[in-house]
C-alpha cells in the first residue's frame, strides 16, 4: 500500500474566498473515490489551527502502489479537479511513503 499526502496553501481565487475554495476542492477530490479506479481511500481535512506556517488544508490517498499512483494522477476525472485546484493554491507540499 502506498500513502500519497499533499498539502496546500489555498487563497482567493476565482471569484471565492479561500473557505468557498477549500470546500469545493475537498467535494471534488472526495468525490473521486469510486469513480477512479485505483482509490482504495481518499481524505481531505482542513487546517483547524490558524497560523501562517501551517498549511490549509491536507490530503491523504490510498492507493496499491506507484504505478496505482500514476493511474490517480493521469484519470481525466483527477485531472479536472487539479486543473482548479492550481487556480486557488499558492503553495503545496507532498510526500509518497509506504509507512503510514
Known amino acids: 500500500m502506498l500513502t500519497h499526502v499533499v498539502m496546500w496553501k489555498f487563497k482567493d481565487a ?13 467535494e471534488g477530490l472526495e468525490g473521486l473515490l469510486g469513480n477512479v479506479p485505483a482509490l482504495k481511500d481518499i481524505r481531505f481535512y482542513k487546517n483547524e489551527v490558524a497560523c501562517d506556517r501551517n498549511f490549509d488544508a491536507m490530503l491523504v490517498v490510498k492507493v496499491e502502489n506507484a504505478q496505482a499512483l500514476e493511474s490517480y494522477k493521469t484519470h481525466p ?12 493554491t ?5 510526500v509518497d511513503t509506504a509507512a503510514l
Open 77 to 88: 476525472a483527477h485531472q479536472a479537479v487539479a486543473a482548479y485546484v492550481a487556480k486557488v
Open 90 to 94: 499558492d503553495g503545496r507540499a507532498a
Open 14 to 26: 476565482e471569484g471565492r474566498t479561500k473557505a468557498e475554495n477549500i470546500d469545493i476542492v475537498k
